[in-house]
């Protein structure tokens, strides 16, 4: 199983990115996918989910109303689209698969992690 995050760059204050998280080897409509992210000298932190079926999402609130999470199962992947972007988001972005039924606010429930991607917000 392999999770291939990818999307992250530099980007201004106010700007836009959209990350992307392949999965291969698992059976993807079967798992909600989380994204989350880890700022420098900071714990990793949750930052949006969608659920197995795509009709539930999720979102923590430094992130509400400028985040958008959604997937697409016949690429296998999951997006975030991040708007109006602020230095605060600056962090590497990793991708988890949670089984269909597991709370995705607990990381012991993870099955799968990506490698992770860097976005740096400048001002």
């Known amino acids: 199983v392999q999770l291939q995050a990818s999307g992250g760059g530099l980007v201004q204050v106010g700007g836009s990115l959209r990350l992307s998280c392949v999965a291969s080897?698992?059976?993807?409509?079967?798992?909600?996918m989380v994204w989350l992210r880890q700022a420098p000298e900071k714990e990793r932190e949750f930052v949006s989910a969608?659920?197995?079926?795509?009709?539930?999402?999720d979102f923590a609130d430094s992130v509400k109303g400028r985040f958008t999470i959604s997937r697409d199962d016949a690429k296998n992947t999951v997006y975030l689209q991040m708007n109006s972007l602020k230095p605060e988001d600056t962090a590497v972005y990793y991708c988890?698969?949670?089984?269909?039924?597991?709370?995705?606010?607990?990381?012991?429930?993870?099955?799968?992690w990506g490698q992770g991607t860097l976005v740096t917000v400048s001002s």
């Open positions: 988890a698969a949670v089984p269909y039924g597991s709370s995705w606010y607990l990381e012991v429930n993870y099955d799968y």
């Open positions: 080897g698992l059976t993807f409509s079967r798992y909600a």
């Open positions: 969608i659920s197995a079926s795509g009709g539930v999402t």
